[in-house]
């Protein structure tokens, strides 16, 4: 099984500030990677697949950038509505798997 | 507009069955890939199921799952369905139903569901 590793497992930020969340994956997956956005007690929100390309509706300071075995998901300007925990999942191969998830709080 | 919308979640005996659904809707259903993932109580999330979509006969487990549970898709009715069998404590969740972006699984998960709560417990 592909395992993905996400680091930091949790950070505290700003608003306004740059976040970069890193994800690797233990083989090379291509740019099967997505990332997702979770809510307490909500579904999680699908926010980049192909490891850059943006789902529809998704806010342009939203990015992903990788290929291969590391990747990242940027945002570049955090506003109140973006502290959550956010999940990479690679989808390259059965079985397809997560990483432990980054959980991201206000300073 | 998709909409994925889970029934049939509840309290199950450990040993016992549970069988949850999925109605989809907004989407040519029987042309995408369909999966159920899985989220314990403060837990990350889990994948663990797909089938694949155009009448292709595809279907993948989790090993934590295999054996125990089945998926199945009835492109007549629009649902997805997972039968849970020789329930255990640790399948105790809430699951997710998933529509991928293509029919093979190979696209990522474009939508999901609200979720529906499986409680496994004596």
């Known amino acids: 099984d592909i395992r993905m590793t996400q680091s930091p497992s949790s950070l505290s930020a700003s608003v306004g500030d740059r976040v970069t969340i890193t994800c690797r994956a233990s083989q090379g997956i291509g740019n099967y990677l997505a990332w997702f956005q979770q809510k307490p007690g909500k579904a999680p929100k699908s926010l980049i697949y192909a490891a850059s390309r943006l789902q529809n509706g998704v806010p342009s300071r939203f990015s992903g950038s990788g290929s291969g075995t590391d990747f990242t998901l940027t945002i570049s300007s955090l506003q109140p509505e973006d502290f959550a925990t956010y999940y990479c999942q690679q989808y390259y191969i059965f079985p397809l798997t997560f990483g432990g998830g980054t959980n991201m709080e206000i300073k | 507009e998709v909409q994925l919308l889970e029934s049939g979640g509840g309290l199950g005996q450990p040993g016992g069955s549970l069988r949850i659904s999925c109605a989809a809707s907004?989407?040519?259903?029987?042309?995408?890939?369909m999966s159920w993932v899985r989220q314990a109580p403060g837990k990350g999330l889990e994948w663990v199921s797909t089938v694949t979509g155009s009448g292709g006969a595809n279907i993948y487990y989790a090993d934590s799952v295999k054996g125990r549970f089945t998926l199945s898709r009835d492109s007549s009715k629009n649902t997805l369905s997972l039968q849970m069998n020789n329930l255990r404590a640790d399948d105790t969740a809430v699951y997710y139903c998933a529509q991928d972006r293509n029919s093979y699984g190979s696209g990522g998960i474009d939508s999901w569901g609200l979720g529906t709560l499986v409680t496994v417990s004596s």
């Open positions: 907004g989407f040519t259903f029987r042309d995408y890939a």
